[in-house]
């Protein structure tokens, strides 16, 4: 029997599309499930969506069979500190704790703070984008985790 994959909504992953492009070099391509941007290789987001428990290892991670729609990036230290212990919309994955730059998920319902997942988002590709790219960055983008 095969399993029917679910989709994010095309208006969620045209939002990210649009937030996560808008950074140099930054590339979008079809992951194992769902969409993953990446500077250079390395991940800096990917949105899956969760229904009925599927896929597995997202449903463990965010506490939910779905349907759900959830997003995955990188922070630093002290962000993951903070966002581990905030609970929802945050949560962990069990994966991200054996890569360098920790890894968050978040649950995005009905309600999306959308300049969070953008100061977010921009976080993740700051702490895997080549110094020189960090540096074309707007001022304003540059430091919007402050």
């Known amino acids: 029997m095969s399993r029917v994959r679910p989709e994010v909504p095309p208006r969620i992953v045209a939002r990210l599309r649009a937030l996560c492009l808008a950074l140099p070099e930054a590339t979008e ?51 993951v500190d903070v966002l581990r212990t905030t609970g929802p919309p945050y949560f962990v994955p069990a994966w991200g704790t054996r890569w360098g730059a920790k890894v968050i998920g978040m649950t995005l319902g009905t309600r999306i703070a959308w300049r969070e997942v953008e100061t977010l988002v921009g976080e993740s590709y700051r702490l895997l984008a080549p110094k020189s790219l960090v540096a074309a960055l707007p001022r304003a983008r540059r430091n919007s985790q402050s």
């Open 29 to 79: 391509e079809p992951a194992w499930v769902g969409t993953r941007w990446t500077i250079r290789a390395r991940n800096f987001a990917h949105v899956v969506a969760i229904d009925r428990g599927w896929p597995p290892a997202y449903a463990r991670a965010a506490g939910t069979d779905g349907p759900i729609v959830v997003l995955t990036f990188r922070a630093a230290d002290a962000l």
